[in-house]
Every structure is written in structure tokens, then in C-alpha cells.
């Protein structure tokens, strides 16, 4: 009452990637596998092995990109 009352909020919500990633050697880890699956659709996209299975990859490449994104993200707060 008349703001003598405590806060008392719930503790913050951590999926389970991000409790993971706290270990620095985890997020390397995760980080080059991402880059090594990245340059291997790449290579796989730039020879034309996979002309049938082209937009697959691709929208996969993308996904690998924003995974990138996330984990870099989720790291820096």
C-alpha cells in the first residue's frame, strides 16, 4: 500500500539453448558447426549438385543464417 509494497517479479524464462550458450566453449562449438553446415550448402549450391533440391536448400541456408543470428544474440546480454 501507498508504493511500500515489493516487486516481487518472476525470474526471467531460459530456453534451454540459452542456458547451453552461457559456456563460451559451447557457443564456439554450436557457432562452427552452423559455418561448417553454411559453407558446405554453399559449395553444394555454387557446383549445381543439388538442382533439384535448389529452393530446399536455400530457404535451409537461410535458416542457418538466422540460427547464426539468434545464437549471437541470445550470447550478448
Partial sequence: MFGLEKDDKPPRFE???????????EKKKVLDQIDAQTNQLKTTLREGAASENFDKCGVLLQAYGALKRVVERTTRK
Fill in 15 to 25: 530456453f534451454d539453448l540459452e542456458k547451453d550458450l552461457k559456456s563460451s566453449k
